[in-house]
C-alpha cells in the first residue's frame, strides 16, 4: 500500500465514521494476497473510497476517464493508483492495466455499472467485467452497498464469497453471460441485507 493510499484511505475512514455509521461485513471474503476484482453496485460518488476504506489490502479503482481532467482529481487518482478507462468504447489500454494488476496480484475495484444508479436499483452490467472475471486468475468479489449517504444514517458495505469462476469457464460463458452471473451475485446481496 502506498503512502498516499494509505494517508486517503485513513481519511476516508475518519470521515465516514464521523459522519455515517459504516457497518462492514464479509472482508474475510477477501484473500489477503492473491488477485482480486472486486465488483460492488454504485450510487454515490463517495462510493470508490467507501469501498476501499475499510480493507487491509489497496484498491486500485477503475475510473472514468472524464475524472481524470478534473484539476485535484487529475493528481490524486493517479497517486492512488487510479486508472481510466474511456467509455463507450473497448477500452484496449484499460483492459491491458486491469488484467497485468489481477496477474500480478492486486485489488482491482470496478462498477459493472459503469455509472451511478439514480434509482438505487442494480442496473445492467457492462461485458468488460466479465472478459477481466474469465481471462485473469483472481477472485471475483461481489459488493454491495446499502443506505443513503444522508448524514449520521446508517451504511452498509457487505463484501460477498467469491463468485464461482471455474463453473463459467466449463461452461464456456461469454463476457457478457459472465457479466450477468456477477450482477445477480451483487443482487443477491442487495435482496438478503437492504432493510
Known sequence: ????????????????????????????????EKGVLLCSNHINNLDPPLVGAFLKRQTNFMAKAELFEVPVLKFILPKVDAFPIKRGSSDRQAMRTGLKLLKDGEVVGVFPEGTRSRTGKLGKGLSGVGFFALRSPADVIPCAII?????????????????????????????????????????????????
Not at 463453473?167 to 442487495?190: F, G, N, V, Y
Open 1 to 32: 500500500m502506498n503512502k498516499i493510499y494509505a494517508a486517503g484511505q485513513f481519511l476516508s475512514r475518519t470521515f465516514f465514521r464521523l459522519f455515517f455509521r459504516p457497518q462492514i461485513l464479509g472482508k474475510e471474503n477477501i484473500p489477503s
Open 147 to 195: 443506505g443513503s449517504y444522508k448524514p449520521f444514517s446508517k451504511l452498509l458495505i457487505v463484501y460477498g464469497k467469491p463468485v464461482d469462476m471455474d463453473s463459467m469457464r466449463e461452461r464456456k460463458l461469454s463476457p457478457e453471460e459472465a457479466t450477468e452471473e456477477i450482477m445477480q451475485s451483487i443482487q443477491e446481496l442487495l435482496d438478503k441485507y437492504k432493510k
